[in-house]
T-cell receptor, first 115, second 110 residues
Framework: GAGVSQSPSNKVTEKGKDVELRCDPISGHTALYWYRQRLGQGLEFLIYFQGNSAPDKSGLPSDRFSAERTGESVSTLTIQRTQQEDSAVYLC?????????????FGSGTRLTVV | TQLLEQSPQFLSIQEGENLTVYCNSSSVFSSLQWYRQEPGEGPVLLVTVVTGGEVKKLKRLTFQFGDARKDSSLHITAAQPGDTGLYLCAGARSNYQLIWGAGTKLIIKP
C-alpha cells in the first residue's frame, strides 16, 4: 500500500483480556518495527523484524507481549492478559532496509485503553 | 542506556517568532533523525543528518548535527501555526536501533 496501515485505530479492552494489533507495512519494505508511546512521551522500542532473520525482541516489556511477521508482509502484536499499564499508543513503522540511513514510515497507531 | 535529552519539553510562542529545539546526548551517534508528530498520527520523518557539523535546511527549518555527533538542533524561522506538533529526535547507533528523545511539544499561536 501507499503507507503503513494499522488496525484497529482504537481498542478498548477489559483488564485480563488478550488483544491483537495489526500492521500492514509499505510493500517492499523489508524492516518492520513496533513501538509503544505513552501519553506525552517519546517512543519505546518493542521489537523489529528484518526479512526472514530472527526478530529482535529485546524491547518487549514482558512475556505477555509477542509479535509475529510472515515474510515481509503483515505483522501482528499480541498482548496477553492486558494490564492497565499497557494502555498506550502502539506504533508500527517500516523502512526499506534495516539501517541508520533509512528513515522510518510510521502508521497512525493503535490507541489501546485497558479498563 | 544511551539517552537523548530534548529541550525544551514544551514551547508555546506567537506566530512569526523564531525558536530553537535541542537534542543532546553524552553518546556519539552515527546519524540523527528529526520527526514531527501531530495528534492522532505517527511521526513523520523531516530530515536525517549524518556528518558532524552538517547543516540541512528544509524551507524555514534548519537542522544542525554537532561536530562531535552527540547533539543536534532544530531552528525554525518565522514560525507558523502549521509548525505546531511534537518534534522528536532519534539517534542511530552503529547498528539499526534508534534511540528516541521524549520530544518537544511546540505550539504556535496565531
Amino acid at each position: 500500500g501507499a503507507g503503513v496501515s494499522q488496525s484497529p485505530s482504537n481498542k478498548v479492552t477489559e483488564k485480563g483480556k488478550d488483544v491483537e494489533l495489526r500492521c500492514d507495512p509499505i510493500s517492499g519494505h523489508t524492516a518492520l518495527y513496533w513501538y509503544r508511546q505513552r501519553l506525552g512521551q517519546g517512543l519505546e522500542f518493542l521489537i523489529y523484524f528484518q526479512g526472514n532473520s530472527a526478530p529482535d525482541k529485546s524491547g518487549l516489556p514482558s512475556d505477555r507481549f509477542s509479535a509475529e511477521r510472515t515474510g515481509e508482509s503483515v505483522s501482528t502484536l499480541t498482548i496477553q492478559r492486558t494490564q492497565q499499564e499497557d494502555s498506550a499508543v502502539y506504533l508500527c513503522a517500516s523502512s526499506l532496509y534495516l539501517g541508520q540511513n533509512y528513515g522510518y514510515t510510521f502508521g497512525s497507531g493503535t490507541r489501546l485503553t485497558v479498563v | 542506556t544511551q539517552l537523548l535529552e530534548q529541550s525544551p519539553q514544551f514551547l508555546s510562542i506567537q506566530e512569526g517568532e523564531n525558536l530553537t529545539v535541542y537534542c543532546n546526548s553524552s553518546s556519539v551517534f552515527s546519524s540523527l533523525q528529526w520527526y514531527r508528530q501531530e495528534p492522532g498520527e505517527g511521526p513523520v520523518l523531516l530530515v536525517t543528518v549524518v556528518t558532524g557539523g552538517e547543516v540541512k535546511k528544509l524551507k524555514r527549518l534548519t537542522f544542525q548535527f554537532g561536530d562531535a555527533r552527540k547533539d543536534s538542533s532544530l531552528h525554525i524561522t518565522a514560525a507558523q501555526p502549521g509548525d505546531t506538533g511534537l518534534y522528536l529526535c532519534a539517534g542511530a547507533r552503529s547498528n539499526y536501533q534508534l534511540i528516541w528523545g521524549a520530544g518537544t511539544k511546540l505550539i504556535i499561536k496565531p
